[in-house]
C-alpha cells in the first residue's frame, strides 16, 4: 500500500531564506507526483507535475526535484515571500493503481516571516 | 468552465438530515474524484469517476455515502442521515483523460458542519 511522508510537518522562516520541503512515498511504481498548496479554507492549487520518467520541474521560484528509485520528492522554494505561506502538500499517483486516484501526504505548513 | 467549481461553498445541517453536494468539473475533463478533509488532517480519497461509472469506490467510508456522475459533467456527492463525524471539506478535483500523467485540478470545497 502506497503511503506518502511529509518532513516537516511546520516550518516557520524569515522573509528571503531559501527553503526545502520533503516528500516521501513507500512504492516506487508510480506513474507522477504532484505539489499543491492550499491556504487557509481553500481548495488545492496545483504548482508542479512531474512524470515519473522526469527528474525535475521547475515553474518561477518553485523547484521540484524527483527522484524515484529512494521514493523522494523535493520542492525548492527560492527567495522565500509571506505570500509563500500556506500548507504545501505532495500527492503521487501509483502506478499500479487503476482508479488513477492521487495518494496525499499530510502538508508541510509553511509560514514565512515579514 | 474556467475550473473546477463546487456548491455549496458551505453547508450547515442538522444530524440527521441529508445533504447533496455538487461539482462541476472542468470541460471535456472525463476523470473526477471526491476527497475529504477533517479538520487538520489530510485528505482522504473517496471515489472515482471516469465519465459517469464509478470503479472505485473503495474511499466511501459507509453506506450513507453515495454518488452519481451526469455523462462527463456534474457529479453530486450525498450524505444520508449526516452525523457529526461527516463535518468535513468536500474536495472535488478533475483530469482531462483517464491517464495517468495529466495534471489534477480541485475545487475550492465545501465545508460541511452538522450540528
Known amino acids: 500500500k502506497q503511503e506518502v511522508t511529509q518532513i516537516p510537518a511546520a516550518l516557520s522562516v524569515p522573509e528571503g531564506e531559501n527553503l526545502v520541503l520533503n516528500c516521501s512515498f513507500t512504492?516506487?511504481?508510480?506513474?507522477?507526483l504532484q505539489w499543491f498548496r492550499q491556504d487557509p479554507g481553500k481548495g488545492l492549487t496545483s504548482l508542479l507535475l512531474i512524470q515519473s520518467s522526469q527528474r525535475e520541474q521547475t515553474s518561477g521560484r518553485l523547484n521540484a526535484s524527483l527522484d524515484k528509485s529512494s521514493g523522494r520528492s523535493t520542492l525548492y522554494i527560492a527567495a522565500s515571500q509571506p505570500g509563500d505561506s500556506a500548507t504545501y502538500l505532495c500527492?503521487?499517483?501509483?502506478?499500479?493503481?487503476?482508479?488513477?486516484?492521487?495518494?496525499f501526504g499530510s502538508g508541510t505548513r509553511l509560514l514565512v516571516r515579514p | 468552465g474556467a475550473g473546477v467549481s463546487q456548491s455549496p461553498s458551505n453547508k450547515v445541517t442538522e444530524k440527521g438530515k441529508d445533504v447533496e453536494l455538487r461539482c462541476d468539473p472542468i470541460s471535456g475533463h472525463t476523470a473526477l474524484y471526491w476527497y475529504r478533509q477533517r479538520l487538520g488532517q489530510g485528505l482522504e480519497f473517496l471515489i472515482y469517476f471516469q465519465g459517469n461509472s464509478a470503479p472505485d469506490k473503495s474511499g466511501l467510508p459507509s453506506d450513507r455515502f453515495s454518488a452519481e456522475r451526469t455523462g462527463e459533467s456534474v457529479s453530486t456527492l450525498t450524505i444520508q442521515r449526516t452525523q457529526q463525524e461527516d463535518s468535513a471539506v468536500y474536495l472535488c478535483?478533475?483530469?482531462?483523460?483517464?491517464?495517468?500523467?495529466?495534471?489534477?485540478?480541485f475545487g475550492q470545497g465545501t465545508r460541511l458542519t452538522v450540528v
Open positions: 512504492d516506487s511504481a508510480i506513474y507522477n
Open positions: 478535483a478533475s483530469s482531462s483523460l483517464a491517464t495517468r500523467n495529466t495534471e489534477a485540478f
Open positions: 500527492a503521487v499517483r501509483p502506478g499500479v493503481d487503476s482508479s488513477y486516484k492521487l495518494i
